[in-house]
C-alpha cells in the first residue's frame, strides 16, 4: 500500500467512525434560603368533561451535612369539577394544606426522609376526620375522605414516605446525574397510565432539544399497551433542578396534559 493510499484509508476509517456523544453533566445544588413558589396544573376529563385540578405549594432548602433540607407546604387547592368528580381530589390533599413538611435529601437529590413523620401523620389522619365529619356518610366528599383514611391507614411507614414525597421528587429527577447530547438520546423505561387508567410499562427515549438561555429542554417520548407519553423538562444547569414540567398523557381516548413550574415566590 502506499503512503497516499495509506493516508487515505485512515482518513475514511475516521470519517466512518460515529461522534460520540457529549455528556453533560447535571450538578444538584438547589438555592439556599429561598422560598420558591411551585405549582402543578392538571387537565383531564372527567364524566365526560375536562376538568382542572391546580396545587399551589412553597419550598425552601437548606444546607444539612453532605445533603439538604426540603421545607414543603401545600398552600391552596383549586378544581372547576363538580363536588363529587373532585371529591377524591380535595380528600387525598385537603388534609395537607398548611402542614409544613421537612424532608431530608441526600447528596443525589433523593428524598430519604421526613422529620416528625408521625406528627405530619396525625395532622393528615386530623383533617380526614374532621372532613368527614363534615358530610353525610352518602355524599361524595365522606365517601372521598374515608376511601383515602382507608389507603393510607394501610400504608407502612417507608410507603407513607413516598406517598408524601411524590410531588416533590420529580423535582430531582435529573439531579446528580448526566444527560447525552446526541441524536439517538438515551432509553427509558417505566410505568405510566395513572391517573386515567392502571399503570402499565412504557419505554421510549429521553433527548435533549436544546440548551436555551434558563437550562436545558429534554424531551422524553414513551409508550406503552394502549398509553402514550411525552414528557417536555427544563432543568436548570445551576441547581439541577426541574424548573418546568409538562406532561401530555394519552389512554384510548382520553389525553390528560399537566403543568409543573417551580419559579421564585412573589
Do not use: C
Not at 426522609?113 to 352518602?138: I, K, R
Not at 441547581?239 to 401530555?248: F, N, P, S
Request: net charge negative; proline share 6%; no cysteine.
Amino acid at each position: 500500500m502506499t503512503p497516499a493510499r495509506g493516508f487515505a484509508t485512515l482518513l475514511l476509517a475516521a470519517v466512518a467512525q460515529p461522534v460520540a456523544a457529549e455528556r453533560i453533566a447535571i450538578p444538584f445544588a438547589p438555592p439556599v434560603g429561598q422560598q420558591l413558589a411551585y405549582d402543578i396544573d392538571q387537565h383531564r376529563p372527567i364524566a365526560g368533561q375536562e376538568s382542572r385540578f391546580s396545587a399551589h405549594r412553597t419550598v425552601r432548602f437548606e444546607r444539612v451535612g453532605d445533603g439538604y433540607q426540603l421545607y414543603a407546604v401545600l398552600r391552596s387547592l383549586d378544581s372547576d369539577a363538580s363536588d363529587a368528580a373532585a371529591a377524591s381530589f380535595r380528600a387525598a390533599l385537603t388534609p395537607l394544606i398548611g402542614v409544613e413538611m421537612r424532608f431530608h435529601l441526600d447528596s443525589q437529590g433523593k428524598i430519604i426522609a421526613l422529620d416528625d413523620d408521625e406528627a405530619v401523620w396525625s395532622a393528615v389522619e386530623h383533617g380526614l376526620e374532621t372532613m368527614m365529619a363534615q358530610f353525610a356518610p352518602d355524599t361524595p366528599r365522606h365517601r372521598a375522605a374515608q376511601s383515602v383514611r382507608t389507603l393510607f391507614d394501610g400504608l407502612a411507614r417507608d410507603g407513607r414516605l413516598a406517598l408524601l414525597a411524590g410531588e416533590y421528587q420529580p423535582l430531582f429527577l435529573f439531579a446528580a446525574s448526566e444527560v447525552e447530547d446526541g441524536a439517538h438520546g438515551r432509553g427509558v423505561k417505566t410505568m405510566a397510565g395513572s391517573p386515567l387508567g392502571r399503570p402499565v410499562p412504557v419505554e421510549g427515549v429521553l433527548t435533549l432539544q436544546g440548551r436555551v438561555a434558563d437550562g436545558l429542554s429534554l424531551t422524553e417520548t414513551l409508550a406503552g399497551p394502549g398509553v402514550d407519553v411525552q414528557m417536555d423538562y427544563n432543568v436548570s444547569p445551576v441547581t439541577g433542578l426541574v424548573t418546568r414540567q409538562g406532561r401530555t398523557l394519552t389512554v384510548g381516548t382520553r389525553t390528560l396534559t399537566e403543568k409543573r413550574v417551580l419559579r421564585p415566590a412573589p
